[in-house]
């Protein structure tokens, strides 16, 4: 299977901050990555796929970028509702894997 | 709109099975280019996806795929007839404790892009 991690587990950040987390993976996954914010008691909401394309419905202050088995998510200025918890995924092959996330706090 | 409303026990008792339907409204289970998952979350394993069911028009066939780590007591069924899909996770134990949600992936490279709302299942006798 293929390991996602991703770091930080945890940031703290302000309104209006700039904000990246990064996902590596074990192996090449070429552009197949996929980002997604999740809020307490709520599934997963997918933002971010193919590693740089924008999900309908997002705002563009999300941006990803990468390829192979380095990624970043890149927040440009933080909303009080961006704070939640932030997962990659990997969909090059099966089983899909997920990184650990990162728990995105207000300071 | 795609909808997945989930729907299933709370509470499994060890050594049963965990038995979770997924009913969707807005696309088809029998759709050519989609897939219908579960993925469950605990906080030991954190997101861990399980398996996914889809039928491919070119060979009138149904695929699943599933995780090694449940293969031998997993089984995704669809509905046509109901246009849902279900889990059924034989033989349970405390560490199948977790949210379960069923998701569409509108292709294999593509994201999880519907998701249900989620159903903790507990296992405790």
């Known amino acids: 299977d293929i390991q996602m991690t991703q770091s930080p587990s945890s940031v703290s950040a302000s309104v209006g901050d700039r904000v990246t987390i990064t996902c590596r993976a074990s192996q090449d996954i070429s552009s197949w990555l996929a980002w997604y914010q999740q809020k307490p008691g709520k599934a997963p909401k997918v933002l971010l796929y193919a590693a740089s394309s924008l999900q309908s419905g997002v705002p563009s202050r999300f941006s990803g970028s990468g390829s192979g088995t380095d990624f970043t998510l890149t927040i440009s200025s933080l909303q009080p509702e961006d704070f939640a918890t932030y997962y990659c995924?990997?969909?090059?092959?099966?089983?899909?894997?997920f990184g650990q996330g990162t728990k995105l706090e207000i300071k | 709109q795609v909808q997945l409303q989930q729907s299933g026990p709370g509470l499994v008792k060890p050594s049963q099975t965990l038995s979770l339907t997924c009913a969707i409204s807005g696309d088809s289970v029998s759709s050519n280019s989609a897939a219908w998952n579960w993925i469950r979350q605990s906080p030991s394993r954190g997101l861990e996806w399980l398996g996914r069911?889809?039928?491919?028009?070119?060979?009138?066939?149904?695929?699943?795929d599933y995780a090694v780590s449940v293969k031998s007591r997993i089984t995704i069924n669809p509905d046509t007839a109901k246009n849902q899909f279900s889990l059924q996770l034989n033989s349970v134990t405390l560490e199948d404790t977790a949210v379960y949600y069923c998701?569409?992936?509108?292709?294999?490279?593509?994201?999880?892009?519907?998701w249900g709302q989620g159903t903790l299942v507990t296992v405790s006798s």
């Open positions: 995924q990997q969909a090059n092959s099966f089983p899909y894997t």
């Open positions: 069911t889809y039928y491919r028009s070119y060979t009138s066939k149904w695929y699943n």
């Open positions: 998701a569409r992936a509108i292709s294999n490279w593509y994201p999880l892009d519907y």
